[in-house]
């Protein structure tokens, strides 16, 4: 599994299986257990962290062929564009 997206689970507090000899193993989702509002907590981190990949994106190649206030422009679009969307405040 992704790290990133480990770290996302566990600020969501998705339950997850431990070391039960009946079950996938430690690390793994335990789907059973979640609800409506863990998997729009998950959500909510996971769509965050995509905006902020976009907001950290390297913009410089394109600064070469267009103005640095119009990438600057669409990439703040983008974001708020990913946010609402989803409804991500």
Known sequence: MNENIRKIMEKADMPMWQDEPWGPGPGHVDWQGVDSKC???????????????VANASTSSAFTSFDQNVVISALANARKDIKNHFGVK
Do not use: Q
């Open 39 to 53: 998997f729009e907590v998950f959500l909510h981190h996971l769509i965050n962290e995509a905006v902020g990949v």
